[in-house]
């Protein structure tokens, strides 16, 4: 059970990353066009717009790898002279904080898309290319219900096995 649960995750954090690297790969592409375009005098209308939208993909959609592999900063100028439990601890607490600072973003977004789209009947979108919000909203709340998952997975194996399931073994 616990390797099924375990192989789902990873192929959410797959697809999570998948979205980021699209979103990479279109703000290449779009910063590409739009300075070559700058230079003959014709700059790609919206690029602005098609940029900060593609960074929402590449923030949210990096983030649960980002957690899986231990990749967040790391002050461990202390660890040597802290005990293993103290460790561990703090592997626990920030695996835990970081689910619901995420479960916290995926509800507030949501509850954001609910109340401008259902209830003013307002739809969001850019200012130079009318490129709506919600779907970049959506993409943060799916992102951010996958990262958080993967923190409380990271929860659990600490609990049941001692260790904090990121492939650097940066801690405990």
Known sequence: MGARVSTWADGLIRLSALVGTIGLVIEVVVILIDVIGRFFGSPLTGAQDISQMS???????????????????NV?????AMPRWMIWAGDFASAVIGAVIFIGIAWTTWSSIYLMRFQLGVVQKTNIIDLQFDWFKGAIVVMSIITAIGMILRAIGLVLTGDNGQESRGHA
Do not use: R, S, Y
């Not at 993909?57 to 900063?73: E, N, S």
């Not at 461990?76 to 040597?80: H, I």
């Open 55 to 73: 960074m929402v993909l590449i923030v949210f959609g990096g983030m649960a790898l980002c957690d899986k592999i231990g990749g967040h900063v």
């Open 76 to 80: 461990d100028l202390l660890e040597n």
